[in-house]
C-alpha cells in the first residue's frame, strides 16, 4: 500500500497481478497465522468479484479447491474472518458444482438442529456471522436449497433483533440476483412469507430492513419472479414510512436499470477500478 496507495484504489491489471503473485505457490500460507489470515486478506481483495478479467475462471477454480482444504489454523478466529470475507468476494467467480460444495460443509452449521444435517467433524468454523454472509452469497445452489437457508435464518430472527440475519436474508430472497441466472431466484410466494415477517419486525432495531426488504420486493417485470402488487405496495409504504432512500423505494414502483451502484452495493464494497462486469460465465 505504501508503494501502490490504498488497496480499493488498485486497478484490475494490478489487482489480478498481485493475486498471481501471492497464489503462486499457495501452500506457503501455511507457514504461520498470519501468513495465512494475509493470504486470504489479499486474495479476496484482488480477485473481487471473482470473475471480470482475462484468466479469472482458473484464478477462481484454483481458489474453489483451497476453501475444501479449510485452514491450517482453524483455532484462530481472525483467519476464519478473512476465510469467509474471501469467499464471499470472489462467490461470482465460483461454479455451481463449488457452491454446492461449500454449502455442503456449511450447513451443518447453520441449519437448526433439529434439522439433523450432519456436521462435518473436521470443519469447525468460527466467526459464524461471516460464515452466513458467504452463504447468503452463493447464488447458484439451487433455488430450493437457497430458500432452505432463508427459512433456517428466519428462526434466528424469532431470538431478537438481527441485521445482519435480515441482510443475509434479503440477499437470499433478492428478486435480482448480483451474478447468477433467474432460475436461481427464491420464489416469489417464499420471499412473500419472508416479508411478511419483515414487515411485522420494529425497524427502529433493523438498520437492514429497508435493503431486505426492497431487495425482496424491487419489480423486475418478470412475472415469475416478482412478488404479488398487493405485498409490493405494503413494502412501499412502509419504507416510506421508514423514510428510506429513494434509491430502495424508487425500484418498487419502476424497472430500475443496474448501475455501477447497484454493483457496489451488491458487492458491498467497490469493484477493482477499470473492471467492465457482464454476466459471470461459470453456470
Known amino acids: 500500500e505504501r508503494l501502490l496507495g490504498e488497496r480499493s484504489r488498485w ?23 498470519d501468513h495465512e489470515r494475509v493470504f486470504f486478506a489479499l486474495a479476496g481483495t484482488c480477485l473481487r468479484p471473482g470473475y471480470g478479467a482475462p484468466g479469472d475462471e ?20 481472525r483467519g476464519w474472518q478473512q476465510f469467509f470475507v474471501a469467499y464471499r468476494r470472489i462467490a461470482g467467480g465460483l461454479d455451481e458444482a463449488t457452491q454446492k460444495a461449500i454449502r455442503d460443509l456449511c450447513d451443518g452449521v ?10 462435518n467433524k473436521k470443519f469447525q468454523p468460527r466467526a459464524e456471522g461471516e460464515l452466513i454472509e458467504l452463504c447468503a452469497a452463493l447464488e447458484r445452489v439451487p433455488a430450493m436449497r437457497r430458500a432452505d437457508l432463508g427459512e433456517w435464518l428466519l428462526e434466528r430472527t424469532w431470538l431478537g433483533p438481527s441485521p445482519g440475519i435480515w441482510a443475509s436474508i434479503g440477499r437470499v430472497g433478492a428478486r435480482l440476483p448480483a451474478y447468477a441466472s433467474a432460475h ?7 420471499a412473500e412469507r419472508w416479508l411478511g415477517h419483515l414487515l411485522a419486525a ?18 423486475t417485470g418478470d412475472r415469475a419472479r416478482d412478488v ?7 413494502v412501499r409504504t412502509k419504507l416510506v ?13 419502476e424497472i430500475v436499470i443496474v448501475t455501477e451502484e447497484d454493483r457496489t452495493e451488491f458487492y458491498g464494497e467497490s469493484l477493482p477500478i477499470g473492471l467492465a462486469l457482464a454476466v459471470a460465465s461459470p453456470s
Open 184 to 190: 436461481h431466484v427464491v420464489s416469489p410466494e417464499i
Open 58 to 77: 482458473a484464478r477462481s477454480a484454483l481458489m474453489g479447491k483451497l476453501f475444501l482444504e479449510r485452514l491450517g489454523f482453524p483455532e484462530e478466529t
Open 110 to 119: 447453520v441449519a437448526p438442529k433439529e434439522k439433523k444435517i450432519a456436521r
Open 11 to 33: 486497478d484490475a491489471v494490478t489487482s489480478r497481478a498481485l493475486f498471481d503473485a501471492v497464489s503462486r505457490v499457495p501452500g506457503s500460507r501455511r507457514r504461520t497465522v
Open 241 to 253: 414510512e421508514a423514510r428510506a432512500q429513494d434509491n430502495l423505494v424508487r425500484p418498487l414502483t
Open 202 to 219: 420494529n425497524w427502529s432495531s433493523l438498520s437492514t430492513a429497508p435493503l431486505a426488504a426492497s431487495r425482496m420486493a424491487r419489480l
Open 228 to 234: 404479488s402488487e398487493r405485498v409490493r405496495q405494503l
